[in-house]
């Protein structure tokens, strides 16, 4: 299967997880198409303020990796690392994670949730 960009599927998510601002989630698979493996692929904008509340995973996991930009994130509650390109982030078996964009520009990530 081939999907065009202007063929996905595009969702702001307000406050997503008791953050800030507006989550910009563009869907590279919808969860049907993931034979119940997965409940979210896409490419998450987080613009500068914006963040995604603390939240935990499990039984399902999530993968972030980092496209663009730079966030500001807590895993499991430790202090805050900066992620930046190239970097990843996996989260799963109850533990939480949240990001914020501490910048002046938007931040682009994979967001991958398997369930």
Excluded at 41 to 52: F, K
Excluded at 55 to 80: I, K, S
Aim: glycine share 10%; proline share 5%; charged share 25%.
């Amino acid at each position: 299967m081939i999907r065009k960009a202007k063929d996905m599927r595009l969702q702001e998510r307000e406050n997503l997880r008791g953050g800030d601002g507006v989550i910009h989630t563009l869907h590279l698979v919808e969860p049907a198409e993931m034979f119940g493996k997965g409940i979210l692929c896409s490419v998450m904008t987080v613009d500068p303020g914006a963040s995604i509340g603390e939240h935990p995973h499990g039984p399902d996991a999530e993968l972030y990796y980092m496209l663009e930009g730079e966030l500001c994130v807590r895993d499991n509650g430790a202090e805050p690392v900066v992620m930046q390109v190239g970097d990843a982030m996996w989260t799963c078996n109850g533990e939480t994670h949240s990001v914020r964009n501490e910048t002046d520009k938007p931040a682009r990530m994979i967001a991958f949730v398997l369930a």
